[in-house]
């Protein structure tokens, strides 16, 4: 199912094997909340060489719901992707959409409200599990209860215990050769919590870890305790995701502890507010200067918005407010980022990954304006 192919130091490459084909990690996966990458068609997707994406189960439950997507046989065909999709349970959507939706949160699982039509919903592990099978993703993620950050330790260890105790639930009612199932971890930035919970959830025996709850404002330097303390803590054997991490240096400092996957809106989100990755690191186009530069927008990229457009003309796009502005910047950012993973494990299977991270973050980080 997972099966290393080198390793150096930490850092490793592997494949995970899906019921829609292999995936070589580390790997990046485009966020499809609601069964759609914003603005990027499969087929780009497939040319920029992605494997998988993730989606949200809680949303598409609630819209276009289950019955409009068996009728597809699935969300594979429902949005014409045929290589490995995950969904997620959604406790993010949920958090994110706190102030307005979330009721409650019981050991019975997390209360409420559609922002679509106003309808109350119960998520719980069996009614999440329920809906992943249905939706026939590739890989479920587990029921979690997402702390928000700054919360207080008590409040830290409720949501662990409602965790873990739907950890165990869905576990337990998972039965869909098909499907792999993840846990997730959570414990906030807590130390000793993030310990416990990352060897309780190693112990039930996943298809794999996510560790949760991160890239939720806390400061960097916690974040990476944390991604270590969790790496150090679970089985080897395993594939370790650590969910919401989408920006190159944290993507490669993450690869370097020894995490396997990653998913963020980062990139995407990035690129329709004109923030352009590049290799000398990342530019606003819409600033003046770019206004009269004709050079190509990344000169170390090879995507197609590269070899075609220059800088001078996304500055004209983004500044006209031309929605093609943002479709180009966000096939570029994905593209950027799924190179830069192609590049990381070529460096794994040549032991030298840390000269690449140092090498790559130097020049990205030099070049920051
Ligand atoms: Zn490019």
Redesign the pocket.
Same mark, same amino acid.
């Given at each position: 199912m997972f099966t290393i192919k080198a390793e150096d130091n930490k850092a490793r490459t592997a494949v995970l094997n899906t019921a829609h084909g292999k995936v070589e990690t580390p790997n990046f996966k485009a966020v499809a909340t609601k069964g759609a990458v914003k603005l990027i068609t499969p087929e780009d997707l497939k040319e920029m060489g992605a494997q998988e994406i993730i989606s949200n189960a809680f949303i598409l439950f609630l819209r276009p719901g289950l019955e409009v997507i068996e009728a597809h046989h699935g969300l594979h065909k429902f949005m014409n992707w045929d290589r490995t999709i995950f969904t997620d349970c959604g406790g993010f959507q949920v958090h994110s959409l706190e102030h307005d939706f979330h009721l409650n949160t019981t050991d019975k699982g997390i209360q409420f409200r559609s922002p679509f039509d106003g309808i109350k919903h119960l998520l719980t592990p069996k009614k999440l599990i329920e809906i992943q099978e249905r939706i026939t993703s590739d890989v479920a993620m587990a029921l979690d209860h997402m702390p928000l950050y700054g919360c207080t330790k008590k409040e830290a260890i409720i949501s662990l215990k409602h965790t873990h105790k739907w950890m165990e639930e869905c576990k337990k009612l998972h039965n869909n050769p098909k499907q792999l199932l993840f846990g997730i971890a959570q414990g906030s930035v807590y130390p000793d919590l993030r310990k416990k919970s990352v060897r309780y959830i190693d112990s039930l025996d996943f298809d794999g870890i996510a560790f949760g709850g991160l890239a939720i404002g806390e400061p960097k330097d916690k974040m990476y305790d944390m991604i270590n303390i969790s790496v150090n803590n679970c089985k080897k054997e395993k594939p370790r995701y650590v969910m919401g991490i989408g920006s190159p240096e944290d993507i490669l400092k993450c690869i370097g502890l020894g995490v396997d996957t990653f998913d963020s809106v980062f990139p995407t989100r990035n690129a329709r507010h004109g923030n352009i990755f590049t290799h000398n690191g990342p530019v606003n186009i819409e600033n003046s200067p770019y206004k009269k530069d004709y050079s190509k927008?990344?000169q170390d $990229?090879? $995507?197609k918005? $590269?070899k075609k457009f220059t800088k001078s003309y996304m500055h004209h796009l983004f500044r006209t407010r031309e929605p093609l502005g943002l479709r180009l910047a966000s096939?570029?950012n994905l =593209? =950027?980022i799924q190179d830069m993973l192609k590049q990381a494990r070529k460096a794994i299977k040549n032991n030298e990954f840390k000269d690449f991270k140092n090498n790559f973050l130097k020049k990205y980080k030099n070049g920051t304006r």
């Open positions: 927008l990344d $990229c090879n $995507c918005v $590269c096939y570029h =593209f =950027f």
